[in-house]
């Protein structure tokens, strides 16, 4: 059982990354399941998936029938039922999305049934892919840990090498048990390339690849199509099996 998170500061296209992540790791035979943790949803439409339950919907579900429930009710069992409802099997994988409650409220509560079920769920797989919000929360949370591979994606920016560098030390000061931690550099151009290799190896971090800017990506996400019809010529997912073949998954 291998875990793989995904995060990076917002508009670096790490969901876009994960799906091809996704679309590469889906071809192997192994048992895979994807997780979209971002309340934003945007994984599913990224692989062109339709789905009709999320996490925030259990959430408006357990809150309604709580207060309702018998005093020897079996909430863990009760949980364990309300999974497989929410989960969108595919051929190559499953797909387990966090969504955005309806309810008010903070997602404290929706946070801690996602962890519940990733505590449930992750030994029926080969392989877990968690597509993070962005930023620092679900660390900060504690609703990521004990992660194989720690990808935080950046682009040709400072700023974003900046906030790998933040996520690192966060990481490290929480004990979250992250065995290994690596950055991809999305959109990269000619331009920008030496700069950003430079920068990650001034703060001693590993690349684990550079996926070079893609017209593709952005007239795909113009137009609403997935990235499940990327061309196999594409650069940027080319460069997304150049990163799974150097990391042996």
Known sequence: MKIIAITGKGGTGKTAVAGML?????????TLLAIDADPDSNLPDVLGVKIDKTI?????FML???DKMAPDTNKERLLESKIYEILTEMPEYDLLVMGRPEGSGCYC??????????????????????????????????????????????DGSRRGLQTAERIRELAKSLNLNIKKMH????????????????????????????????????????EGRPLSELPEESAALHGVGEIVKKMGL
């Open 22 to 30: 996704i679309r590469h790791l889906a071809r192997r035979g192994k």
């Open 56 to 60: 925030g919907d259990m959430r408006e």
């Open 64 to 66: 309604q029938e709580r």
């Open 109 to 154: 509560f929706a946070n801690n049934l996602l962890r519940g079920i990733m505590d449930k769920i992750l030994k029926n797989y080969d392989l877990t892919i968690i597509d993070t919000a962005a930023g620092l929360e679900h660390l900060s949370r504690r609703i990521i840990r004990d992660v194989d591979e720690l990808l935080v994606v950046t």
């Open 183 to 222: 950055v991809i550099a999305n959109k990269v151009t000619p331009e920008n390339r030496g700069q950003i290799e430079e920068y990650t190896k001034k703060l001693n971090m590993d690349l684990a690849g550079i996926i070079p800017f893609d017209e593709n990506i952005a007239k795909f996400d113009l």
